[in-house]
């Protein structure tokens, strides 16, 4: 058998293939989700398609971890994985929460409690990218520590000027005051430059991990989390102006990255 080494680990080659079959198959489930979720979802309590979609994230950590295991041995992988793991159960613990504000307590969840576990997923999330790619690539060029700088300051000058534009809409006499703007903008800014820097860490990623003897599950799996980033950002925008709704078509992209993702371990976990 054809293998080849990645830290501690024996890599084996034959088994990194991605099987187009299952990318397939994940492009005809989210499509699938979306007209589910336009046509069919029950948007005013909590509908099956949202225990899915919490399993899911429960199930991505659960595959982190498993490969955090499979990595002993090799202390940078392990902690690495952990963190990805960690990540996807901070996330878990902060969709409680905002299912419970917005479904139970039928308060509009933003701001939320969860949202300290959502800034712990993207802080978890980025240290598992930094980890790996800084193994793989010691020495970053100034093209790849330029690509960590601009897109955050792109992403928060971005934002700042939607506010703006927001506001200059919504503004309307007591129902929306220059405190309430401020407040948007800045609280809105630190899910900016979490989500902004998790996807610049997902572009370096995809850059260095070409060069890995596990490549093609390194992309899949870089290409999964660059999908939840874009996700995200838009659902920060959406919730910026109180437009996301149970039913968005964004959930679809959540849904497809963590398909992905969970594809992309379980092939890490197997050529392991």
Request: aromatic fraction near 20%.
């Amino acid at each position: 058998m054809d293998k080849e080494e990645s830290g501690s680990k024996t890599i084996k080659k034959n088994t990194n293939k991605i099987n187009v079959k299952v990318i397939i198959l994940i492009g005809v489930l989210s499509v699938a989700i979306f007209f589910y979720t336009q046509y069919l979802q029950n948007t005013d309590i909590f509908d099956p398609i949202d225990g899915v979609f919490m399993g899911l994230i429960l199930a991505s950590g659960i595959a982190s971890i498993l490969v955090a295991k499979k990595y002993r041995g090799s202390a940078m992988f392990t902690r690495a994985y952990l963190f990805l793991g960690v990540g996807f159960f901070a996330w878990f613990v902060g969709d409680v929460i905002y299912y419970y504000y917005g479904l139970v307590l039928d308060i509009y969840p933003y701001p939320s409690p969860g949202d300290f576990f959502f800034v712990v997923n993207y802080g978890f999330a980025i240290g598992h990218l930094y980890l790996n790619t800084k193994y793989f690539r010691k020495e970053w060029s100034k093209g790849l520590k330029s690509i960590i700088v601009i897109i955050p300051i792109l992403a928060v000058l971005s934002f700042s000027i939607f506010a703006y534009a927001t506001w200059g809409e919504y503004v309307d006499g007591d129902e929306y005051t220059q405190n309430d703007f401020t407040f948007d903008l800045l609280y809105g800014n630190i899910f900016v430059v979490g989500v902004s820097l998790l996807f610049a860490f997902a572009v370096v990623g995809m850059i260095v991990f070409r060069e890995s003897a596990l490549r093609e599950v390194w992309l899949l799996l870089a290409s999964g989390i660059l999908l939840w980033a874009i996700a995200d950002t838009i659902f920060t925008y959406l919730e910026t102006t109180e437009e996301f709704t149970h039913d968005h078509p964004v959930n679809t992209l959540w849904f497809a990255s963590f398909m992905l993702i969970i594809y992309a371990l379980y092939k890490h976990h197997k050529a392991l």
